[in-house]
């Protein structure tokens, strides 16, 4: 029976395919060790622990290494080899510094294999760090996609001072958070809390309108009566309406925020969400302390008045 497989790239499932239609697609550069791959459409796994999904041709395998270093690509077997992945990282042979700078180059970038450029210009997007040491590139000649830092000549060295390490480790955890892909489990949950997330926003937008009505009349009603206290009240009230309906705001962005993660399953939309969640925690936190700020001040200025009013009575014998 020939075995079936789901693959998966940035969300979207296509499949099932067997295994030589998996082939053919890898040596047309249509599918390649950054998809995601599952035989039962649940369960998914790099690419690149299916090596056998990526076997090149025998008559490629058997070219021999110096052959494919210094023969001109065509677009056909360049994407096939770019799609090709195995176990590890390695080259067939150490191609001399001339060949090398005239090849052309592939690298991976949010999960889509990006090229040909020549070595140059590709050198250059390192000492600019448009591309982080990490990045994997593949060439005509090599077996497998490698990491950059492992190509001589490719990634520059960098000193280890203050302000490199602090530009490098940006530029390279922005890269990973734009590439990695946020794991299934944890949008499980996100996607469980979002119908709770959504519920409370409701409650809060429905609380903030009856909170504003009753300001309102208490307003028209102080108004009209000339009570200043019940005025007073009436403002207070609308004050909190607005309140709390921008904490039920907040609310609805980290909702919208759960879907996006959803749809890109990318580390960098993940990071936006929990940093909307922070919003509505740090705001909660902010309106708490005000409360209880005012509750403080009105149990002193109480306990005043009441010293007051007691000192202005006689003692009586």
Known sequence: MTDQFYIRIRGRVQGPFDSEKLRGLARRGQFSRLYEVSRDGQTWQPAKDF???FAAPAAQVAQPAAAQTTAAPSAASSKGNSASSGGGYSLQSPAP???????TWYYAYQGREQGPIDF?????MFSSRQLAPETEVWSQGMINWTPAQNVPGLVPPQAPT???MGVSSYSTESVRSETE???AATIRALTDSRPWVAFIAIIGFLYALLTLLSGVFQLIVGARSGVFPVTASGLTTI???????FGAWLLVSFGSAISNVERSRREASLVRALSTLKSFWVYIGVVLIVILTFVILGVILVISVAGTIAGSFPELD
């Open 120 to 124: 140059n210009t590709l050198a250059s």
């Open 162 to 164: 203050k302000s490199s």
């Open 239 to 245: 004050v909190m309406s607005l309140v709390i309906a």
């Open 97 to 103: 510094q001339n060949a090398t700078s005239a090849a």
């Open 51 to 53: 090596p056998e999904l």
């Open 181 to 183: 892909q946020v794991s």
